[in-house]
C-alpha cells in the first residue's frame, strides 16, 4: 500500500524558507493528486495545497504569496517550499495523498505520512 | 472559506457509551465532508470519508452521517483506544477547510 514519510530540517531560521520533502512508496506520484498539511503545536489542522497529477497546484490563499509545491517523478517525491517564515510557521507538517473519485469529485486524505516538526526559531 | 464547526470542542465519556460529535458548515458541501481521528504524537488517520462511507480497516461502531451544512460522527459504544481527537474537513472546495478538532476522553 501507498505509503508516504516527510523528511527536511527540523530548525529553519526566521526569514529563510522552509524545505520539505515526500517520499512516496507503494505507488506512482504521477496516479494521484497530493498534499501538504500542517498543525502548529497543540493547535488544529490548516491545509497549504494540492499538487494535482498534471503539474498544477492549489495553494490556500493565506499562504499563496510564500508557498511552493512541485513534483520530482524520477525520485517519486514532491516537496514544499515555504519562504521568509516567522515564528508562526512553527508546526509539524504533513504529506497525504487526494484521493477523488472522477465522477462525483467527492475527495479525501489517505493516507497520511507520518509528519515532521519544523521549528522556526534563530 | 468555508467554515467548519465542531461541536462540543470536548467531551468526557465512559467505555461502552455512544458518542456524538457535529461539524457544521458554513455553507452547503454536500457531502464532501470527511472525519478524522488523531491520536497524541499521531498523524491523522480517515475514518470516514464523504460523508457516511467507513474506511477499510475501521471498526464499524464508527459511522457517519448527514448532507448539506450538518453532518455527524457517531461512535456506538466507545472504546479505550477510541481516546483521541476528531477532526472533520469539508472538500467541497479550495481551500479545504478543518474544523477545531473534538477531544475525547475516557471517563
Known amino acids: 500500500q501507498v505509503q508516504l514519510q516527510e523528511s527536511g530540517p527540523g530548525l529553519v531560521k526566521p526569514s529563510e524558507t522552509l524545505s520539505l520533502t515526500c517520499t512516496v512508496s507503494?505507488?506512482?506520484?504521477?496516479?494521484?493528486?497530493w498534499s501538504w498539511i500542517r498543525q502548529p503545536p497543540g493547535k488544529g489542522l490548516e491545509w497549504i495545497g494540492y499538487l494535482y497529477n498534471n503539474g498544477n497546484t492549489d495553494y490556500n490563499p493565506s499562504l499563496k504569496s510564500r508557498v511552493s509545491i512541485s513534483a520530482d517523478t524520477s525520485k517519486n517525491q514532491f516537496s514544499l517550499k515555504l519562504s521568509s517564515v516567522t515564528a508562526a510557521d512553527t508546526a509539524v507538517y504533513y504529506c497525504?495523498?487526494?484521493?477523488?473519485?472522477?465522477?462525483?469529485?467527492?475527495?479525501?486524505?489517505?493516507?497520511w505520512g507520518q509528519g515532521t516538526l519544523v521549528t522556526v526559531s534563530s | 472559506d468555508i467554515q467548519m464547526t465542531q461541536s462540543p470542542s470536548s467531551l468526557s465519556a465512559s467505555v461502552g457509551e455512544r458518542v456524538t460529535i457535529t461539524c457544521r458548515a458554513s455553507?452547503?458541501?454536500?457531502?464532501?465532508l470527511n472525519w478524522y481521528q488523531q491520536k497524541p504524537g499521531k498523524a491523522p488517520k480517515l475514518l470516514i470519508y464523504s460523508a457516511s462511507s467507513l474506511q477499510s480497516g475501521v471498526p464499524s461502531r464508527f459511522s457517519g452521517s448527514g448532507s448539506g451544512t450538518d453532518s455527524t460522527l457517531t461512535i456506538s459504544s466507545l472504546q479505550p483506544e477510541d481516546f483521541a481527537t476528531y477532526y472533520c474537513q469539508q472538500s467541497y472546495s479550495t481551500p479545504v477547510t478543518f474544523g477545531g478538532g473534538t477531544k475525547v476522553e475516557i471517563k
Open positions: 455553507q452547503s458541501i454536500s457531502t464532501y
Open positions: 507503494g505507488g506512482s506520484i504521477s496516479s494521484y493528486y
Open positions: 497525504a495523498r487526494r484521493i477523488a473519485v472522477p465522477s462525483t469529485g467527492l475527495n479525501w486524505l489517505n493516507p
